[in-house]
Nanobody, 118 residues
Framework: QVQLVESGGGLVQPGGSLRLSCAASGSIFTRKTVGWYRQAPGKQRELVAVITSGDSTNYADSVKGRFTISRDNAKNTVYLQMNSLKPEDTAVYYC????????????WGQGTQVTVSS
């Protein structure tokens, strides 16, 4: 069952930008912390950005200063603005609700592919 729907990925050149969207179903995100994750080929899924219900944010060092996570509670959507993209950012991007450690609240969606290549 689809509970989280990611969109907005695509193919961009290094230095380009994309904005990813995460739309929730079943329950709203208003009072929850939401995270963006990514999984590159041959690598484990990693958390790259989180936003709390109070709009506090944290980022992985690899994306800090380049990515911005935000939310629109009226649309039940969380965004990831990705600027100055690098080939190393190539991955499938997912959103979820982090609990503790590597636990997440929702089932994983299909994600959205981001490819950064010249």
């Amino acid at each position: 069952q689809v509970q989280l729907v990611e969109s907005g990925g695509g193919l961009v050149q290094p230095g380009g930008s994309l904005r990813l969207s995460c739309a929730a179903s079943g329950s709203i995100f208003t009072r929850k912390t939401v995270g963006w994750y990514r999984q590159a080929p041959g690598k484990q899924r990693e958390l790259v950005a989180v936003i709390t219900s109070g709009d506090s944010t944290n980022y992985a060092d690899s994306v800090k200063g380049r990515f911005t996570i935000s939310r629109d509670n009226a649309k039940n959507t969380v965004y990831l603005q990705m600027n100055s993209l690098k080939p190393e950012d190539t991955a499938v991007y997912y959103c979820n609700v982090p609990l503790r450690g590597n636990l997440v609240e929702r089932a994983w969606g299909q994600g959205t592919q981001v490819t950064v290549s010249s």
